[in-house]
C-alpha cells in the first residue's frame, strides 16, 4: 500500500467528515486517526481493512471523540482488526 494510497484515503475520510461538521472540526476528528498511522502503528492488515471501509462510518467513528486510545479502538471495533496489546 503506498503513501498516495493512505493519503487518499484518509482524504475521503475526512471530507465526509467535512461534508458534516466544517472543515475545522473535521481536521481536528482525523489527529487520532493520522497520529497512528504516521507513528507506525498501524498495521498493514489494519489499513487494509480500513480502506475496505465506508469512509463516513469511519468519519462518524471519529467524530464521536474521546482519548487517541478510545477512538483507535472504536475504529479497530468498527473494522473488525484486534490489535496486539503488549
Aim: glycine share 4%; proline share 2%.
Amino acid at each position: 500500500m503506498s503513501s498516495t494510497q493512505i493519503d487518499t484515503m484518509l482524504w475521503h475520510i475526512q471530507r465526509e467528515d467535512m461534508i458534516r461538521h466544517g472543515c475545522t472540526e473535521a481536521e481536528r476528528d482525523m489527529q487520532p486517526l493520522v497520529w497512528y498511522i504516521n507513528t507506525g502503528r498501524a498495521s498493514t492488515e489494519f489499513l487494509k481493512r480500513l480502506m475496505n471501509t465506508s469512509p463516513c462510518m469511519i468519519a462518524r467513528d471519529l467524530h464521536k471523540g474521546g482519548s487517541y486510545e478510545e477512538v483507535i479502538n472504536r475504529i479497530c471495533h468498527r473494522i473488525k482488526y484486534q490489535r496486539d496489546t503488549l
